[in-house]
C-alpha cells in the first residue's frame, strides 16, 4: 500500500458509493484508485456521457444486424420517446408544483440537459404559456456513436426529437413541435433548434 497516494476528490466526495467494495489484502487499493478512478468530476460526467452513447450506439448495432436496418431508426425513436415520457412522469411525480403546460416542457428539458447530457447547452429564445423556442448546442453524443459505428445515415436527426414528442404526450398536451438541425458537423457538434407552440 502507498500511504502517500492521495485519493482523487472525486473518490472521496462519492466514497458512499464505494463503501462496499472489497478488496484483496495483497492490493494496493490506493493505487488501483488513483490509477483508475476519474480524477476530476468533468471527466467522471464524461466518462458516464460516452458509456451512454456507447450502450445506445451498440444496441442500435446489433438491431441492425439481428433484424435489419429499418430497424435502428424504429428503436432509437421509441426508445427515446419512452426516455421523455418516464422523465416526465418522475418529474411529475416528484415535482408537484410542475403543472403540466408548456413552461413544464421547459423545465425538463432543461433538466435533461442538466442531469443527462452534459455536452449540450440551451439557450432560451422564448418561452411563455403558448410557446416555446429554444437552442440545444454542443456535442451530440448519439451522433459521434453512431458515426463512429456507421450507422448514422440510418437514423434521423436529431434523434432526441421523440425524447421531447414523449415528454409532451405524457402530459397530454396537443402542441405543434418542430426540431430542426441548423448545424451538424463531421465532429458532432450541432444546433438544434425547438419550437413548441
Not at 10 to 19: H, Q, W
Not at 101 to 114: E, S
Not at 137 to 148: M, S, T
Request: include cysteine; charged fraction near 25%.
Amino acid at each position: 500500500m502507498n500511504n502517500n497516494l492521495q485519493l482523487p476528490e472525486t473518490f472521496l466526495a462519492l466514497s458512499d458509493f464505494r463503501k462496499n467494495d472489497v478488496y484483496l489484502s495483497e492490493m494496493d487499493r490506493e493505487q488501483i484508485i488513483s490509477d483508475f478512478f476519474p480524477a476530476t468530476f468533468t471527466e467522471l460526467v464524461q466518462r458516464l456521457s460516452d458509456i451512454t452513447g456507447a450502450f445506445y450506439g451498440g444496441m442500435l448495432k446489433q438491431a441492425g444486424r439481428l433484424y435489419g436496418k429499418d430497424a435502428i431508426e424504429e428503436l432509437s425513436s421509441s426508445f427515446m420517446y419512452d426516455l421523455g415520457s418516464r422523465m416526465t412522469l418522475k418529474n411529475l411525480d416528484t415535482k408537484p408544483d410542475l403543472h403540466a403546460g408548456i413552461p413544464a416542457v421547459a423545465k425538463i428539458l432543461i433538466g435533461a440537459v442538466f442531469t443527462s447530457s452534459p455536452e449540450y447547452s440551451f439557450e432560451l429564445k422564448e418561452l411563455n404559456d403558448h410557446k416555446i423556442e429554444l437552442l440545444i448546442k454542443g456535442v451530440d453524443r448519439y451522433h459521434k456513436i453512431a458515426q463512429r459505428l456507421e450507422i448514422a445515415e440510418l437514423l434521423e436527426w436529431p434523434v432526441i426529437k421523440p425524447f421531447i414528442q414523449g415528454v409532451c404526450d405524457t402530459m397530454g398536451l396537443d402542441v405543434l413541435l418542430e426540431v430542426r438541425v441548423l448545424e451538424l458537423n463531421p465532429d458532432s457538434s450541432c444546433i438544434y433548434k425547438v419550437s413548441l407552440s
